[in-house]
């Protein structure tokens, strides 16, 4: 079996590496002369495009790999099919199982591979394809992603935080009001500074003491207390330094929208949870961080679709194979993003919404792998 099994996962492995390098060369050849103009525009150098294409491919591999993976089944069981080696293996005891385990092996490795891809390197490989578009090609400005202006945030303990200037790189704000609301959701307290300093330097076990607050230092403010209206200020105390706890990071109220290409998994899961606690609406973020998951595990559910299409139809010319394998994943891409639009608009479930398509194809797979083996 050891020996059989190395020959099944060599005939699947083949095709889809030589499937991807010709997609790959494919879109590049594509892509290049969809951007010609660009580059003719901007006098770029040929060193420059084959760094910008260079880091554009780790993207294109994770969108083409669940095509790969479904031609190299159709492929290699088809000529498996075609030369009579599937029935020579079941004449000698061995079952459809043992004949299609090595390839669905194949194509769960193929799923671990892929989320440390896109875990690692696609999110990098994604910023800095865009920076060489941008800033080398265009010769377009970057603003600091570290600073940020008018910002209005809901924090914990029913706090409105309203924040003219903030500086993630230095730890510091200015023009700062923070309006505290009762239980009736009316102010009762207000809380400005011309500047507010992070003080992150404190050990965290005093941070757990203080009941998981943080230190800010505000300065040349003022202190309003108002009455049960929330209109009417009962007392006002002017400082020019003083200390306040709060629940708050500074990271906390840097609210720029990430881009989720540039984002991993570790990355997107923290943004959500900062946009939970700020009480903003995150539906696509978390659709997008299910789909982390679900994307590279389609190799598998694709896998366990193409099985059961080329043994029922062994002697199918490769044109025939291709023409379905492309059908078969246009359908596939367009339930994930039919499940992405649910999701995004409160519909599904995140998560439901992130396996929409392989739950649907797995099902699909599932019946007609009955009827094979029936």
């Not at 525009?41 to 591999?61: A, D, N, R, S, V």
């Not at 088809?78 to 669905?104: C, D, F, R, Y």
């Not at 595990?297 to 394998?325: E, H, W």
């Not at 359908?331 to 479930?349: H, R």
Request: contains cysteine; positive net charge; glycine residues 4%.
């Amino acid at each position: 079996m050891r020996i059989l099994t190395k020959y099944i996962t060599r005939e699947f492995l083949k095709p889809f590496l030589l499937v991807i390098l010709t997609f790959l060369v494919v879109i590049t050849v594509f892509e290049f002369f969809n951007r010609l103009d660009t580059f003719v525009k901007h006098k770029t150098g040929m060193l420059l495009i084959i760094k910008y294409f260079f880091w554009q491919m780790p993207e294109w591999i994770m969108y083409i790999t669940p095509l790969s993976v479904l031609l190299a089944t159709l492929f290699s069981l088809s000529n498996l099919s075609g030369n009579n080696e599937i029935s020579a293996m079941k004449a000698s005891g061995v079952s459809l199982l043992q004949i299609t385990l090595p390839i669905l092996t194949s194509a769960l490795i193929i799923v671990g591979l892929l989320m440390v891809f896109n875990e690692y390197v696609i999110p990098e490989a994604n910023r800095k394809s865009t920076r060489i578009y941008s800033v080398g090609i265009k010769g377009q400005k970057i603003r600091p992603r570290h600073t940020q202006w008018n910002i209005v945030v809901t924090g914990m303990e029913q706090r409105k935080y309203t924040i003219h200037f903030l500086d993630l790189k230095k730890k510091f704000m200015r023009d700062v009001t923070i309006d505290e609301l009762n239980s009736d959701l009316i102010l009762s307290k207000q809380i400005y500074a011309k500047k507010v300093i992070w003080n992150d330097a404190i050990p965290r076990e005093e941070v757990k003491r203080a009941g998981n607050k943080y230190r800010w230092n505000f300065h040349n403010g003022v202190v309003r207390s108002f009455d049960s209206t929330g209109k009417k200020i009962l007392n006002e105390e002017v400082f020019s330094e003083k200390e306040f706890l709060l629940p708050e990071t500074i990271d906390d109220f840097y609210n720029r929208p990430e881009t989720l290409r540039y984002m991993s998994y570790k990355k997107l899961k923290k943004y959500v949870n900062k946009l939970t606690r700020n009480g903003m609406p995150s539906n696509r973020e978390r659709v997008a961080l299910h789909a982390k998951i679900a994307y590279p595990f389609s190799c598998f559910i694709i896998a366990l679709m193409g099985i059961p299409f080329a043994l029922r139809a062994p002697r199918n010319p490769k044109m025939i194979s291709f023409a379905l394998a492309i059908f078969m994943i246009f359908i596939f891409w367009g339930i994930i993003s039919v499940g992405q639009a649910l999701g995004e608009n409160k519909v599904f479930p995140p998560l439901l919404a992130a396996w929409f398509a392989n739950i649907i194809f797995g099902s699909v797979a599932v019946l007609m792998l009955r009827g094979v083996r029936s």
